[in-house]
């Protein structure tokens, strides 16, 4: 019994490994071999799932993957890193849903509180899905407790960004540059920041700009025209209208060269 498990370990092993190798075809190759095993154990086949479903999102097969999770999900339902890949499928598929992602990034966080990337996603899946006050919570909460992971910052500041939070953003970039001075993912995120607080000053100022004529009240003043008519001999009577004097150049003089 032994022999046979360490064999399945072993091969699980190597499936993980030539994925992060990038050798996809030869990772699900190997991931497949395991579950044609009929003595495979439950939570190694929901592992194998698991390993194939992550390379079919890296390649953008959404469907696919959510088929492997399914099954991943009906032998360990409370996996939470399985219901995390499942909210992933649903939110990067162009077709998904993100209410559906929300759900299933919101298990995962119950299932592991501690876990900033799962809080983070399901933050910003509560904006996307017009939960924003909520949306905004976790968002915070997770740049709290993992303000030097530059990948749940990412996932923070674009979801803070998609609610027009960018006093927020900045304020957490601030942080976390004090706190990882020099790192470049960080920098990178900080010039989104600012990047957008311009986009939304130029807005701003584009806006009274545009602004219609003045108001007093709620009643919008419009300039008057006063159309003056002249008299059949040609003169304009002075009570209809102003009249005007012509400008006509001085005369110059010119000085002499000397």
Do not use: W
């Amino acid at each position: 019994m032994s022999y046979r498990l360490a064999l399945i370990d072993e091969g699980m092993a190597a499936a993980r490994t030539l994925a992060r190798q990038g050798r996809r075809s030869a990772a699900m190759d190997q991931a497949r071999r395991l579950l044609n095993r009929p003595d495979l154990p439950l939570v190694a086949a929901a592992d194998a799932h698991r390993v194939i479903a992550e390379i079919l999102l890296e390649i953008e097969r959404f469907g696919a993957a959510r088929r492997h999770l399914r099954a991943a999900l009906a032998l360990e339902p409370e996996h939470a890193r399985t219901n995390y890949l499942m909210g992933l499928a649903f939110e990067r598929d162009p077709h998904g849903d993100d209410e559906r992602a929300a759900r299933r990034f919101r298990k995962a966080s119950r299932l592991v509180p501690a876990n900033a990337a799962y809080r983070a996603a399901f933050g910003r899946a509560a904006v996307r899905s017009n939960r924003v006050n909520r949306g905004v919570r976790e968002l915070l909460a997770a740049a709290d407790a993992a303000i030097k992971d530059a990948e749940v910052l990412g996932v923070v500041i674009e979801g803070l960004l998609e609610t027009g939070r960018v006093k927020a953003a900045e304020r957490i970039i601030a942080k976390a540059r004090f706190l990882c001075p020099g790192t470049g993912e960080v920098r990178r995120l900080g010039e989104r920041v600012r990047f957008e607080a311009a986009r939304q000053g130029q807005k701003r100022g584009s806006s009274t700009q545009d602004a219609g004529p003045a108001k007093e009240g709620a009643a919008r003043l419009l300039p008057f025209v006063h159309v003056v008519r002249s008299r059949p001999g040609g003169t304009m009577p002075l009570a209809n209208g102003r009249q005007d004097m012509l400008s006509r150049p001085r005369p110059h003089l010119k000085l002499a060269d000397r």
